[in-house]
């Protein structure tokens, strides 16, 4: 995203200043003063001294005497670090970005205030147990604290954008965790417009044979309701506003991987974990490593989501736990029949029933201001009638919705959404209960209340035990939600979810391992719909592959099979462009070198090699020629997951009718069209990077950098050093060890946030990184410096212990009270 002009000015004065006032000392350094890691700091509120050791990557261990202290001291420590990050985050979830922003960023605001996070959360801690509540309050205070220090400077981006931050409240920690969910969630509500979508521009059958788990009798087009194509396309561009968040590094990717082996498959005799989660690669990163001990009470350590103040990964004395996302379909939208004589009324079992009105004001940096009323049935908000530009006199730009045609427009339709973070849900406790939970029974209990941001939930303990729990909101509804429903009656409505302990989970099964990586959940046995939305199981393969290759495991093989970068995409697709040996004489030099590379090739996507650049651009032609025909200028909307398990599908089950070009005469088979998408995907190689085979290189085309949000201005980028170098990237989006992109090309933005392997039988021998750092300050020695460890593969310890603590600390703060 680029920064409006507004915000470059205003860089640009700060910089100015800050030269001429000698505040920045050297052009290399922000002249920011990194935060304090040694001595004493007095803070209000603490009943006694806290003690925080840092040790060699930045992490803090942070020693209080009671609850209240133990988050009260991470409310400060947390902000800090990422105050800022942490600001921008709640102000995500919010609904208030425009404040800091500008106008660009309204209709993301407006699309944020239909979510009703702040509202929810809200109602949420009214109920909650006073207990948690109390320690969510001791971290609205340590944070407070910090930015209520006498004579502290904020971080550097509230004075480049003008503003100072509000004090933080537990409203805001519940909201996080609900931006959170919803990032989690936004493909789902893509995917239903782009399936109704789909259906219109194919028919109903063909349809079928790509999208998964669809019932073709299900009553999917209704005859009353024909949606018309303005309204459709509004949508879309209503919800694809919230990329604007994204490439500010708030929202996130949802893929992930974890596995556990038994002790009898461990070289300890004791269970080892595995935990990657694939977000988007922020920086700074959406986890901060941690570690909070109140000794003879609680010891628990992982990662964190500043601005909240529990584990939400990690380990304690007994157990630990990792998680992957399920990809639960837990949202639907539904075609609402609006009353032509008042428009304010629909449709809803045979009787007009009021829709429910709620101005939003957006205030939008420079004092103007914006109104939406947004309009609710009992489902959900009406996404249709938000749309509006940033300014008045801008007309809306449909450019690249033409292919929403042949509609009947009807002005009475409007479209709603159901979202499950409307209902009540609890992670808040769930985390809570996870940090202190002492067996499978506890951890269970501790799940019971994840609805909202659901996950497959890895496992493992002391005792020996291993297992893998379902957890969220899985809605129990007719059919499934894969289309944009009826919403005259009540006949699609939820009629609540699914119970918890009807949930799928295993443990401790007879092969000694459990696994997941977004793949899908159960079989067609199971009495509830999941979700269609799974990822093709590439990554699911390969790891079971691996755990399939020994007997018992090291935490060195772990170490390996969490940087696996050996692709089982490129065992599938690989064979079929090999069927061109016998066409080398209709091939071009360059084009024989490429096919020579994938004949020599073991499928590992190393940076160093030429073939992986070569499937790469393949399969980009290959998508393109099996798909666009059918779909025309839809093709350019098709998101990511659902085009890779449409090419899964025609790969697997070869249904003819999407082989075959139909712009063309001739019936085209699969090598037909292996042959035009090798010669299409080797052309752009060449277009894009010349003739030479050495500028074809995965890791030169592959390439990643850590951009700070503000970092797109590169005069901010070069006085305050915001922005990693950029760095050379193996694997892909479909291997174990992940670096893809949320957009077209090879830049990477997406990969595992964190690494964690833990060792139940020695925590001080468990290992992490995070691709940043533990600081978000570009001054502090903590910026960005685990990347080299993380590129390389490499992990650092995570020190437990109080022994192995306090020889690893490099640095000893001191929290005491003030009176």
């Known amino acids: 995203m680029k920064i409006p002009c507004k915000i470059l000015f205003a860089g640009l004065l700060i910089i100015t200043t800050s030269l001429t006032s000698g505040f920045v000392t050297q052009p290399d350094k922000t002249g920011r003063p990194s935060p304090q890691y040694e001595g004493i700091i007095v803070i209000p509120g603490l009943t006694d001294s806290v003690t925080v050791y840092r040790d060699e990557k930045g992490m803090p261990h942070i020693y209080a005497t009671c609850e209240h202290d133990l988050y009260l001291a991470t409310g400060y420590v947390t902000a800090q670090e990422r105050l800022w990050q942490m600001d921008l985050v709640r102000r995500s979830s919010t ?59 904020l971080p550097f981006e509230f004075r480049v954008l003008s503003y100072e931050p509000a004090p933080w409240t537990p409203e805001n920690v519940v909201c996080i965790l609900g931006l959170l969910g919803w990032n989690l969630s936004t493909k789902n509500l893509a995917d239903e417009i782009f399936n109704y979508s789909l259906v219109m521009q194919t028919g109903a059958e063909k349809a079928s044979e790509l999208i998964p788990d669809w019932d073709v009798p299900n009553d999917i087009v209704y005859p009353d309701f024909h949606i018309s194509d303005s309204l459709i396309r509004e949508v879309i561009a209503l919800t694809a506003s919230a990329d604007m968040v994204r490439d500010l590094g708030v929202s996130a990717s949802s893929a992930s991987n974890n596995w556990a082996v038994s002790g009898k498959r461990s070289v300890t005799g004791r269970p080892i974990l595995s935990n990657d989660m694939h977000l988007t690669l922020t920086n ?62 629909y449709l809803f079992n045979g009787e007009w029933k009021d829709l429910t009105e709620k101005p939003e004001i957006i205030d939008i940096k420079g004092g103007k201001k914006d109104t939406v009323v947004i309009r609710s049935t009992h489902r959900g908000p009406l996404l249709s009638g938000l749309l509006r530009p940033a300014d008045p006199s801008q007309k809306v730009d449909w450019t690249g919705f033409e292919y929403l045609h042949g ?212 399969r980009i032609s290959f998508k393109r020629n099996l798909l666009a025909d059918e779909l025309g200028p839809l093709y350019e909307h098709l998101n990511y997951l659902t085009g890779e398990y449409f090419i899964y599908r025609i790969i697997n089950d070869k249904p003819h009718s999407w082989i075959d070009n139909v712009n063309t005469g001739p019936v085209e088979t699969m090598d037909d069209i292996v042959y035009q998408s090798f010669r299409d995907g080797i052309s752009s190689l060449i277009k894009e990077h010349g003739k030479n085979p050495k500028n074809w290189r995965w890791g030169k085309i592959h390439t990643l950098t850590f951009v700070h949000p503000l970092g797109t201005v590169k005069i901010l980028n070069l006085i305050f050093n915001l922005n990693s170098d950029k760095y050379e990237a193996g694997g892909g989006d ?21 690494r964690n392997i833990y060792n139940t039988a020695d925590w001080d021998e468990s290992y992490s990184v995070i691709p940043g750092g533990a600081s978000g300050v570009p001054g502090s020695e903590f910026y960005l410096s685990q990347t080299d460890t993380y590129l390389d593969g490499k992990f650092y310890k995570d020190h437990y212990s109080d022994q192995a603590v306090r020889r690893a600390a490099k640095y000893t703060l001191i929290l005491k009270p003030g009176y």
């Open 734 to 754: 479909h291997t174990v060890s992940p670096f893809g992109s949320l957009k077209p090309g090879f830049e990477v933005n997406v990969g595992a946030s964190v």
């Open 95 to 153: 609904g208030r970005m425009a404040e800091i922003f500008g106008k660009s960023f309204v209709q993301t605001d407006i699309l944020t205030r239909c979510l009703r996070i702040e509202e929810i959360s809200k109602l949420m801690l009214r109920d909650e147990d006073p207990a948690i509540v109390a320690c969510l309050q001791a971290y609205a205070d340590g944070v407070n604290a910090f930015i209520n220090t006498p004579g502290r400077k």
């Open 407 to 618: 509609f009947h427009h009807v002005d009475t339709i409007a479209l709603s959404m159901k979202w499950v973070g409307y209902d009540r849900s609890d992670e808040v406790r769930s985390v809570y209960l996870l940090n202190r939970a002492g067996g499978w029974d506890d951890f269970r209990s501790a799940l019971s209340t994840f609805r909202l941001v659901s996950q497959n939930v890895v496992y493992a303990d002391t005792n020996g035990n291993i297992g893998l729990n379902a957890a969220g909101g899985i809605p129990v509804r007719k059919g499934n939600g894969i289309m944009i429903r009826s919403g005259k009656t009540d006949e699609y409505d939820w009629k609540g979810y699914v119970p918890f302990e009807q949930l799928p989970y295993s443990f401790n099964p007879p092969g000694g391992s459990v696994s997941s990586a977004n793949n899908k959940t159960v079989d067609s046995d199971y009495p509830y719909f999941i979700s269609q939305d799974y990822f093709v199981p590439y990554r699911i393969h390969r790891i079971r592959q691996m755990l399939d290759e020994k007997t018992v495991f090291s935490l060195e093989d772990f170490k390996r099979m969490v940087n696996d970068q050996h692709s089982y995409l490129a065992a599938l697709l690989t064979p079929w462009i090999l069927r061109l040996k016998d066409r080398t004489a209709e091939l071009s030099p360059e084009e024989i070198t490429a096919l020579e590379a994938l004949a020599d090739w073991d499928y590992n996507m190393d940076p160093a090699l030429i073939a992986p650049a070569v499937l790469e651009f393949f």
């Open 284 to 345: 700074p990163g959406i986890w901060m490593q941690i570690h909070q001990v109140i000794p003879g009470s609680l010891n628990v350590t992982g990662v964190m989501i500043p601005g909240e103040p529990f584990i939400v990964a990690g380990h304690n004395e007994r157990i630990a736990w990792g998680m992957t996302n399920l990809l639960s379909d837990d949202i639907d939208i539904y075609a609402e029949k609006l009353n032509p004589d008042n428009p304010n009324q």
